[in-house]
């Protein structure tokens, strides 16, 4: 039986992919996004051209309390909640619109589910920041890498919460309104405390999108800062994989109600920026000339999500390895090169 996916921030890197493999199994999808991304509008052009049919765009700013919302929620079979205000140095810099975006806009949205005739599922994409700066925890050092000693696996779903950055308290108060929501008003949430994410159609910047952004400043040329040491780790999780578990999810949404689950590359897809650059040389067969630069506020000396709930929950796990990943975002960024042209 088919549905009809509302997915918020569809004309992104995650939602594009998504949309994609949605409407090529013969979905449908509404896309609400106000086009405010780097390389949204291309990718709604391209999902258009890929898709004469099957969707339905709509061009809403969340943080408004639109009329259309509500229009959004009585379309959607099931809602994905992407859109957001993304990067923790935008959130420094203006940490008014970092908080109207995602926590008033997913309040909105909330909202509208809740005043809706069918009530759809709800997915809300929460971070891996809510857990904090990760300061108690202690933290060893390699050549290339730091680790921790005491949590080989990674954070679980039952780490405090500690909101750091203007970014870590928006999406940390619309993680929480998601589930209280589901509590107090019956409605079918889950909330996906992500870790990075990447892949092709992603337009990384050097201020988010950090695994895309070192393909695309190493294919065209363009110059390469780290922040920090460089040894700093993430778990990284390629897109197909993430789109497979949405797609897994999406099949009974009321099975998952009520669930927190940390969504990643897990352990095994752990890498330090030093380590990444390394593998980018090795794909391209040449040395990447990088500057360092002052640490951020906030950035995690180490993040890696332990995903055995998500695991254990829905059954899915990673497929793509970092080597593969990688090898596919080089050669989709080699071969649109125009798509980067300054």
């Known amino acids: 039986m088919t549905k009809t996916f509302g997915i918020t921030g569809g004309a992104g890197f995650i ?13 449908s999808v509404v896309i609400l996004d106000d ?16 898709y004469p049919t099957g969707i339905d765009f709509m061009e809403i700013d969340i943080s408004s309390t639109n009329p259309h919302l509500q229009s959004f929620t009585e379309k959607s079979d099931v809602i994905f909640h992407l859109a957001g205000q993304v990067a923790v140095t935008t959130s420094v810099q203006d940490p008014m619109r970092d908080f109207e975006v995602n926590a008033l806009g997913t309040l909105n949205l909330l909202e509208a589910v809740r005043g809706s005739s069918h009530r759809p599922g709800f997915v809300f994409v929460s971070t891996n920041k809510v857990y904090g700066g990760l300061e108690d ?4 050092e390699t050549d290339d890498r730091y680790y921790f000693p005491d949590l080989p696996v990674g954070i679980a779903e039952d780490r405090e919460l500690d909101f750091h950055s203007p970014y870590g308290c928006s999406k940390g108060a619309a993680d929480q309104y998601v589930m209280d929501y589901g509590r ?19 337009f990384g ?30 778990d990284i999780l390629y897109i197909d994989d993430l789109v497979d578990f949405f797609l897994m999810i999406s099949d009974n949404i009321n099975a998952y109600r009520g669930e927190v689950l940390n969504i990643g590359g897990g352990a095994e897809r752990a890498v330090s920026l030093l380590q990444l650059l390394k593998l980018i040389e090795s794909v391209l067969g040449r040395k990447i000339p990088i500057e360092f630069g002052q640490a ?32 596919k975002l080089v050669k989709w960024v080699e071969d649109n090169k125009f798509l980067f042209a300054t």
């Open 15 to 27: 939602g594009t992919n998504f949309c994609d493999r949605v409407l090529a199994s013969g979905n």
């Open 35 to 50: 086009l405010s991304r780097p390389g949204a509008g291309r990718n709604l052009t391209w999902l258009n051209e890929r």
């Open 137 to 140: 925890l202690e933290v060893r």
């Open 184 to 202: 107090s008003y019956g409605l079918s949430t889950l909330v996906l405390r992500q870790s990075c994410i990447y892949g092709t159609r992603q």
């Open 205 to 234: 910047i050097e201020d988010q999108g950090w695994v895309a952004w070192f393909v695309i400043a190493a294919v065209t040329g363009r110059s390469l800062t780290l922040y920090g040491t460089g040894k700093q780790v993430r």
């Open 296 to 327: 951020r506020v906030g950035d995690q000396p180490v993040y890696i999500s332990d995903i055995g709930k998500a695991t254990s929950v829905t059954g899915w796990v990673p497929k793509v390895s970092v080597e593969e990943g990688v090898l």
